[in-house]
């Protein structure tokens, strides 16, 4: 297939941002698997540059299949978004080095790439030099659907309304979001679940909890009695459903 548009000029690689699920292969999306299979890059996110990619191992056997070449892209877990902008910059970059000259380029994303996911960052960076990029998002199963689903607790029903919410939030904030809606999840609660607790324990939700981490993995997790994680190391992969 030529790489050059019928008036000679060169044509630019289409960008796809790939939600590959919550974390077990089988529930990747025929779409997002027909797509990989057959993709010349893959992007994949690492935390540094000694660390396996949580992502890749979730395509790691569907990989193998493609003739694809998988780059990983140092991505590391922080709250500086001045820190954090650098380093989507260089991924931006590195990708831009295969669309430039027409090779399609997938970014892997665990859950769902428009959900809290990083592939939103490196599309803003990506397009702010280069608004000219082709872009489709393939949709993945996010780990809220999927902690519900093997938690079997409902999200929402009828008129009810649900929150989704980072712990890191102010406590004011957590309290107001508890107090408003009929079903709240917590995400990014790794470092800070002991002040979620104390927060839950006053407003006497604790037995309206579940704590779910990495769901549909093997080391997966599901806890209905929280008080239990107290001073506990909470996996950064976990969530926690709040239904009252």
């Known amino acids: 297939m030529s790489n050059t548009t019928r008036h000679g000029k060169k044509k630019i690689g289409r960008l796809y941002g790939v939600g ?22 893959i992007f994949v996110p690492l935390k540094d540059e000694k660390s396996s990619s949580y992502a890749r191992s979730v395509i790691k056997n569907l990989v193998k299949k493609s003739d694809g070449k998988v780059v990983g892209v140092v991505l590391p877990m922080l709250r500086d978004k001045e820190k954090l902008a650098d380093y989507w910059l260089k991924a931006a970059e590195s990708m831009w ?6 090779e399609d380029c997938a970014f892997v994303n665990i859950g769902d790439p428009l959900l809290y996911g990083t592939f939103i960052h490196i599309l803003e960076t990506l397009q702010k030099s280069h608004p000219e990029i082709e872009v489709e998002v393939i949709p993945g199963i996010s780990s809220i659907n999927a902690a519900a689903a093997r938690a079997i607790v409902p999200l929402a029903s009828n008129d009810e309304r649900i929150a989704i919410i980072s712990g890191n939030r102010a406590d004011k904030v957590i309290r107001e979001t508890l107090e408003n809606f009929d079903t709240v999840v917590f995400i990014k609660m790794n470092k800070v679940f002991d002040r979620l607790l104390t927060i839950l324990e006053e407003l ?21 009695d929280i008080s239990k994680l107290k001073g506990e190391k909470v996996d950064y992969f976990s969530l926690l459903i709040v239904r009252k």
């Open 204 to 224: 006497k939700l604790v037995e309206k909890c579940v704590y779910v981490r990495r769901c549909t993995t093997q080391d997966e997790e599901i806890i209905r």
């Open 20 to 41: 590959v699920g919550p974390g077990d292969p089988e529930l990747l999306t025929l779409r997002a698997h027909h797509l990989l299979s057959r993709i010349p890059v």
């Open 97 to 102: 080095r295969y669309l430039k000259k027409g």
